[in-house]
């Protein structure tokens, strides 16, 4: 049933995923210029391509997630899948972040660089849920 609370969650974490990288910054750079997720898909390194796009494919995933309501099983692994891929993205952030040299490129973080860990946070709460709604089918099952 898609009115279940763990597609509250999902909702959200698609939401945070997808939209609120239009609204938190990443980071600034020494011009004070704001540096998005969506913008980080123009620069020229792979490693930073790679952030805008899996922002991107975490908003894409959580949102497929929400109709997977009838297959509890995949729709459990496929948020395990993108608990994964929103740790890469930290990942790769916290590499960005800390692999320049010295204050060169980046001159304050943004709090855009958290999003990932509210999602992780919203989807680990959905497979509570979920798991919690399988135990409640197979112990019905039982009873039959």
Do not use: C
Request: hydrophobic content about 55%.
């Amino acid at each position: 049933m898609i009115q279940r609370i763990q597609s509250l969650f999902l909702v959200i974490a698609s939401g945070i995923s997808g939209g609120l990288i239009f609204l938190f910054s990443l980071w600034k750079n020494l011009k004070s210029n704001e540096i998005f997720a969506i913008d980080t898909l123009l620069k020229e390194s792979i490693l930073t391509k790679s952030i805008g796009s899996l922002f991107i494919v975490s908003a894409i995933l959580s949102f497929i997630t929400i109709f997977l309501f009838k297959n509890r099983k995949l729709q459990f692994v496929m948020n395990r899948l993108n608990i994964l891929l929103n740790f890469l993205l930290v990942g790769f952030i916290v590499y960005h972040l800390l692999t320049l040299s010295g204050d060169a490129k980046v001159s304050e973080k943004g709090i855009g660089s958290f999003l990932p860990l509210l999602s992780v946070i919203l989807l680990v709460f959905a497979n509570k849920f979920i798991k919690k709604d399988e135990d409640l089918v197979k112990s019905v099952d039982r009873l039959r």
